[in-house]
Structure formats: C-alpha cells, structure tokens
C-alpha cells in the first residue's frame, strides 16, 4: 500500500459512493483506502466541498461502515497502458 496522508472517517455510503470527512486537505483524483474488518477498499476521490468528499470504491462496498478509517494518498489514479491499446 502507498504511503499515506492523515486519515479520514466515513460519514455515509450509497452504492459504490462512499462519503468521508476529514481535517486534512483532500485531492481530486486522489486515491484512498477505506479500511473495513480485515479488507482494504480502494477508491479514487471523485469530489471534494470542504471538508467532506465522495469516493468511488472499486469492489464491492457491503459492509463499509459510518465511523470507518480511510486511508488519503497523496497519489493520483493512473493505469499503464501496453501496445495496442490506443486505436
């Protein structure tokens, strides 16, 4: 896992959408980790209003929880992309 910033907590989850809070500032396109039970979800911030902002999660969020850890990154989503992947 990345190196992180300060953490965050969840304050809501709707689907895929997982809402956080925290004191710390918070990055579009930033990624996070929401930490639940033994699992570790990995989300990118979609939105950012202050305090608060909206991750999309990439797995399955059943179980996330309202008071939640989550996990700031100072990195930004990317992907690598091979040989033909351009048209």
Same mark, same amino acid.
């Given at each position: 896992?990345?190196?992180?910033?300060?953490e965050?907590?969840?304050?809501?989850?709707?689907?895929?959408?997982?809402?956080?809070?925290?004191?710390?500032?918070?990055?579009k396109?930033?990624i996070?980790?929401v930490?639940t *039970?033994?699992?570790?979800?990995?989300?990118?911030? @979609?939105r950012?209003?202050?305090?608060? $902002?909206? +991750?999309?999660?990439?797995?399955?969020?059943? *179980?996330?929880?309202?008071?939640?850890?989550?996990? @700031?990154?100072?990195?930004?989503?990317? $992907?690598? +992309?091979?040989?033909?992947?351009?048209?």
């Open positions: 896992m990345p190196t992180s910033t300060p965050a907590r969840v304050v809501g989850v709707t689907g895929n959408i997982v809402s956080v809070e925290s004191d710390a500032p918070l990055m396109n930033s996070a980790f930490h *039970g033994d699992a570790s979800l990995k989300g990118e911030v @979609l950012v209003q202050g305090r608060r $902002a909206d +991750l999309q999660i990439f797995e399955e969020t059943q *179980g996330v929880r309202v008071g939640d850890s989550v996990e @700031l990154t100072p990195h930004m989503l990317s $992907a690598t +992309l091979g040989q033909g992947c351009w048209a």
